[in-house]
């Protein structure tokens, strides 16, 4: 196209034949220009716009269209030469798209050059701008080459992005300032503008009221009160004293000095305050000054407190670096330190703005503990204190590093060995039962080294021993709850038996080589301690030395007849595989917790046994044996051993440390019965489960009684230990539970069996003066329903023994028990002279012969009982105090208490009633609040020991409180206010927590239970009182949904629930994260079943995971988890086998004995 279309034709035919123009300046002539006479060409022009305007052909739009797709392609073009602009000269790169792009010069016929080209040819003096015409290109400033009078361009192409955004490009606009707001040449009257300015100030944010739980708040509240002067007639108060946030207390000095300066006219009643009475005598006052005074004061008063006591923790340390409990009460001030504002910032913003993270305040504590490492470096508690924070910033292999050099550097120090054990058994990363048991092994040769003396570098610390049986109890508890109950009972069996039947010649040799001698006697397959025909390590050593013997094996039978068992375990293939699975799982392990040994008689060899893991070899017991001494500490050994077995022996472990023990719901579900509310207390349920008998928590309990070789194998236990009593306990134990299950015909097999035992038991010859036996076995009939037969046992007894008195302990008791029997028969009856109950507890006095109950009790007899009981109530608790206050020695049993008090309480409430009986219970529990540690409520962590005396007399006043409460009308505030007393003293009985729970169930308004318990957990380390809390709001919670469901399924939301769902997951929260409850396997247990109640099985899961990384030990959470999360089956299975916890039934074995 010619550069003037409208002389497009008239050129064409002038220019036919004419080449006077070179090829390379074709663009500078204009080829449409003629020589002619200007006019013609002027009024050839006015035809053509003649023609054009008449008629508007299709031509001229699709040359138009024509033209858009040209200059479209040309941009293309355009990008396709980028290349070749990198050597052009900085100037024309920066020129815009529209520097070459003029309308006027654009050539659409695609003939000619690119602009780049055509400035490029063109000659400077071209280029150059004019100095007095406007720009048709952009330039930048600073590329002009000398000055010009325009410094704007005509951009004729238009920007594409006015089309896509709303609004210019922020900086393509002016920017200035808006002084004041209106406008000129408008009429301020009429007219106005509203400007709406994106730059403007923004608004401060006004502080709003700090409400009560904010962290402002929570500081003034920990500061100390300001004094006020309170008048009854207050005339003024100074509202810049206070702030407006809130309530103005009246009465400070300086407003009462400002109030007095007003005149009496002015404020005549006293009801205005300073700034009105400053108002009506026309003053006015500086409010800027006086509330940045007040402000200043306020937030000085705020952190002053704070400031003082870090500067009291300063000195002290200065004073005295060597003082570690200052050190660690400094560290632990550091979290309220942080929870409110610096005590060390005056303005008001930086009170506002201070807000540290938890890893600074983690930081800050580290270092402090440096400081005190480096005062202290000898310090175990300053480095265990290091390392527990180093648990949030460290990886479990680095923490476990800096551990092990902790305990070489320390490794006579057992408290900090029960610290690394417990850390060790509760990473899920790195556990294993095998590794783990290694460790325990390790631990306790290290620690027995340590007490042999064999360590000179390290001597032995007081409490070593007692440390070396709780570490070796811990191991066996740990290797029940893994399901290793083979190895449990052998480590008993070798402890039992490296204890009670060492050689002689080897007991004055150190423990690793006694060991050594006693590895032969374990692998040669002798009977040990527990099994048929076993004679001891003793006896095989002395038979060694003579020669050896040979002795037919006399249980050839007991393999064959445990094999016809297994064949019933399938017991509906019809059940999925998991539920198989469990129930066989379960079966096996009630039947197959004893040791496997190969039978010789039959030729069987240790191949021949179906599951290797039944068998324990020496190296998986050796590095355990320990070396006991005091008497004390093996009777706890042996009774221990029974509690394993299922024996209740009555001994538990009183430190919060043990919660990890817990894993069964007899802790928190079981414990009082409604038919024998004095006697309840002779069971007991301390929430320690036994071997044998590992259950899903929804499944229904079974009773403590074990396979038909368990129970051959507990009898050959107690015959050579001599614990007949125990034995008989055991028995009436198992009658109990056949009683609650309310089976006759079971009831009445078990009480044949027992009363045969107890009666061979007595046949004995040192036992048949025995009351202690006597009396279970009275008591074992009364349960029984022989009623008579039993006071027959009874009332024997006491003939026999009625000589020695109130003196004898063990007559106290029986007489006790055989009393509260009667009063628990009498239904409430017994009152006056006939009861039966009275006559028992009269004759105890008496000091005659006894005579049995003929119908009524002499009065006078009555008033001689009281004098003698006074008398030695008194006399007994006279000898307690001078206990406490002297060091002589003194016969007097701590027992005796007990039995002698309880006698004479329920003596009194027969005769005179409930408040003399507890007026009894008071007295002599103030005294014993006055008695050193083996009364009071201090107990040794490590020990394995009985309720001490001032439990057993809280618990049974609780027990005559709640029954008279059975029997008659009376208020449970006295209960109530007796049990809050009592489980402040001991708040980690079981019992008495069952009752307080009880009691505070049968109120509708729980916020006060719910306050005690908080403040009792609080205060104290047990998890007992979470277990509590948790189970009181289960309780109530199961009491609203009851009275909502009809038959199954169906809820009515008549009542409200309040939250109860809310709050008892809370609770599990708080539990879960404390030191103790973290890993105390019945919490998480009871938070997996709650979970899953609620019918989230994404968050159940959650939970069963969250578990798995504190209690990874615990078999019983993964039996959990398969009957919660059947689709899960298989992954739970895997981490069994991944954690080598004891796997009885392989999937394997059970898809074969499908197939079968």
Partial sequence: MALFPAFAAEACDSNVGKETVTKGLDWLSNQSFRNEDPLTLHQLSIKKEEHATQSFSLEQLKEENSEETKIKSKKKKKEKKKKEKKKYKKKAQRHSDSSWSDSDSVDLSGDHLSNYEKCKKEPESARKPEPNAIQSHFLWLDDLQQPTDQYFCIDRKGDPANKEYDSLYRGDIARYKRKGQSCLGLNPKKQCITWSDSTSVKKKNEKKPDRYFSKAASLIIGTEGLMVNYSGNVQSSDPTAFTSDFMEVPGVKEEETTASCAPLWVNPLGIYDASTTLWLQGKGQQKNEDQSIGSQQSGEKINTAMASKVEEFNKKLRENPEDIQAWLEFVNFQDKLMMGPSPFCAAESDLEGR???????????????????????????????????????????????????????????????????????????????????????????????????????????????????????????????????????????????????????????????????????????????????????????????????????????????????????????????????????????????????????????????????????????????????????????????LQFMGLPVGSNFCSPYWSILLDEMSAVGCGLEENSPLTSMETQCNGIGCVGHIYTFNSVKQEIIHHKFGEQFVHNVLLPITLSLYWLQYEKYKVIQHRQKQNKKQLKSQGKKSKKLAKNLLKESENRNNLALWKEYAHLEWLLGNKEEARKVFDTSVTVAISLGLEDTDLCSLCLLYAQLEVEASEGDVVGVTSQALHILTKLTDGGPYVTYSGQVAPVAILKARKVYEH?????????????????????????????????????????????????????????????????????????????????????????????????????????????????????????????????????????????????????????????????????????????????????????????????????????????????????????????????????????????????????????????????????????????????????????????
């Fill in 355 to 641: 807000k540290k993270s938890l890893r600074f305040i983690i930081e800050k504590k580290i270092s402090m503990l440096d400081r005190a490492i480096e005062s202290n470096p000898s310090s175990v508690e300053l480095k265990l204190a290091r390392l527990e924070l180093f648990k949030e910033l460290w990886e479990p292999s680095a923490l476990l590093k800096e551990w092990q050099k902790l305990i070489f550097l320390h490794p006579n120090n057992t408290e900090l060995w029960k610290k690394y054990l417990l850390f060790c058994q509760s990473q899920f990363s790195t556990f294993t039962v095998s590794k783990m048991n290694s460790i325990y092994g390790k631990c306790l040769k290290t620690l027995a080294a340590v007490h042999d003396g064999c360590m000179v570098s390290h001597p032995a610390l007081p409490d070593t021993e007692e440390a070396l049986l709780a570490i070796f109890l811990q191991q066996c508890h740990f290797l029940r709850q893994a399901g290793h109950s083979e190895k449990v009972i052998s480590l008993f069996q070798a402890m039992i038996e490296f204890t009670f039947f060492k050689p002689d010649s080897v007991k004055d040799l150190p423990t690793k080589q006694q060991v050594e001698f006693f590895e032969p006697f374990w692998d040669c397959g002798e009977p040990r301690f527990g099994e048929t025909g076993a004679r001891g390590w003793r006896a095989w050593m002395h038979q060694q030395e003579r020669g050896g013997w040979i002795i037919p094996n006399e249980t050839a039978d007991e393999d064959a007849s445990g094999d016809e068992d297994d064949d019933n375990e399938l017991k509906d293939k019809t059940w999925p595989k998991w539920k198989i699975w469990l129930n066989v799982e379960c079966s096996r392990e009630v039947k197959h917790w004893l040791p496997w040994k190969p039978d010789k008689s039959k030729g069987q060899t240790e191949e021949d046994c179906e599951d290797p893991e039944r068998q324990v070899l020496f190296d998986d017991i050796g590095p355990s044996m320990i070396r006991i001494s005091k008497p004390d500490l093996v009777f706890q050994m042996v009774t221990s051993f």
């Fill in 872 to 1156: 030695a109530v008194l006399s007994i608790l006279t000898n307690i105090s001078s206990q406490n206050t002297s060091t002589s020695s003194s016969d007097f049993r701590p027992d005796t208490l007990t039995s002698l008090i309880g006698c004479f309480a329920l003596f009194q409430y027969i005769t005179v009633g409930l408040e003399a009986s507890d007026k009894i219970f008071e007295h002599a529990l103030e005294v014993l609040s006055h008695v050193p540690s083996q009364l009071s409520v201090e107990i040794s962590p490590n020990k394995w020991t009985q309720p001490n005396e001032m439990e057993k007399l809280t618990l049974m006043r609780a027990l005559h409180l709640r029954y008279h409460m059975k029997i008659s009308n009376f208020p449970l505030k006295t209960l109530r206010e007796m049990l809050i007393d009592a489980l402040k003293l001991f708040p980690g009985n079981h019992r008495l927590w069952k009752l307080y729970v009880e009691v505070e169930n049968k109120y509708h308004n729980a916020s006060r239970s719910r306050r005690f318990f908080d403040n009792v957990a609080k205060n104290t380390k047990y998890i007992t009182p979470c277990l509590f809390a948790v189970f009181a709001e289960q309780k109530r919670k199961e009491m609203i949904d009851h009275v909502q469901r009809v038959g199954d399924s169906v809820i009515y939301l008549t009542v409200p629930e309040n939250g109860l769902s809310n709050r008892i997951r809370v609770l599990f929260e708080h539990a879960v994260c404390s030191e103790n409850g973290a890993h105390c396997p019945l919490m998480w247990r009871m938070y997996l079943s709650f979970m899953v109640v609620q019918g989230n099985k994404e968050r159940s899961r959650g939970v069963f995971y969250r578990a798995l990384q504190s209690c990874p030990w615990t078999k019983a959470l993964y039996l959990d988890a398969i009957e919660y999360f059947p689709d899960h089956f298989n992954e739970v299975i895997d981490l069994i086998v991944e954690k080598e916890l004891r796997l009885r039934i392989p999937l394997e074995e059970v898809d074969l004995l499908l197939e079968d």
